[in-house]
């Protein structure tokens, strides 16, 4: 397990992760804009598709590490939020999260495929533009919440001293 370099108890890519949340949240509002206020919908697009990339390789190497090389628990064990066999804040903030997080990977895959699906790779707007904007904006708000939900648990686990 490599150290992480934000100066916490977090391992490497719980850090990649945080500082990659921190990337894509503006980039997701920029996005918004882009297509609500320019009407550049190529350039949403292009932006929607590269941030879904980067999240398949940022969470996938996540899961990798955290699955297979890294226990979390060991790491959190000196928050004064964590204690091992109970339940505490750190445990409910993990829950938390990824009641927002799991739902939110499944709409925007929704969201994407759909928006390939209806508008092809062109663009265009047509009648699905409606529905998608209501699933894009809920797709937005849940990325928005998957965010703060998991920097609330890593600040909990990883980051808070007695």
Known sequence: MAAGFLGTRGSFMLDVVVVAMAVIIPALGASICLVRFRRAYTWHRRLQLSLAGLLVLAVGA???????MTDWTELAAP????SSGTWNAVNLSLIVHLLFAVPTLL??????VQAIRQFGWSGQTGTYGRQHAFWGRLASL???MTA?????FYWLAFAAVQ
């Open 62 to 68: 996540f899961e990798v590490e955290m699955r297979m």
């Open 79 to 82: 928050s004064p939020y964590y």
């Open 107 to 112: 709409l925007w895959i929704f969201v994407i």
């Open 142 to 144: 849940g990325m928005l």
């Open 148 to 152: 703060v939900t998991g920097w609330l």
